[in-house]
């Protein structure tokens, strides 16, 4: 069985940080890609930054730039996206999921477009406060 587990979401104040964790167990394919997404509240769906296993292939929504690292474990099968300089606008639910190496940056350009992506985890609650 596939799973996903988002974990590292919490409550932080303007300017903080946070890594969130996605743990992959269970996903037979050599290559994948890992992608995040985030959700607010009566808000669509936004691509933010994927990571590719067979190249290491980085991509990052351009609005975020500079303020998202995602980086992946091999050993431990896990990817971690890293936030810098927290906004009150980055308060949402952060979604990560796999599917093949050209879901990356294909799913993140366009987030309403995900039937390629196998599986999801639970999703991870970020709260920044002002």
């Known amino acids: 069985e596939v799973q996903l587990v988002e974990s590292g979401g919490g409550l932080v104040q303007v300017g903080g940080s946070l890594r969130l964790s996605c743990a992959l167990s269970g996903y037979t394919a050599d290559y994948y890609a890992i992608n995040w997404f985030r959700q607010a509240p009566g808000k669509e769906r936004e691509g933010l930054s994927c990571?590719?296993?067979?190249?290491?292939?980085?991509y990052y929504v351009d609005s975020l730039k500079g303020r998202l690292a995602i980086s992946h474990d091999n050993a431990r099968n896990t990817v971690y996206l890293q936030m810098n300089d927290l906004k009150p606008e980055d308060s949402a639910t952060y979604y990560c999921a796999v599917g093949p190496t050209f879901t990356c940056p294909s799913s993140i350009i366009k987030p309403h477009l995900t039937r390629s992506l196998d599986h999801w985890g639970q999703g991870t609650l970020v709260t920044v406060s002002a």
């Open positions: 990571i590719s296993s067979s190249d290491g292939y980085l």
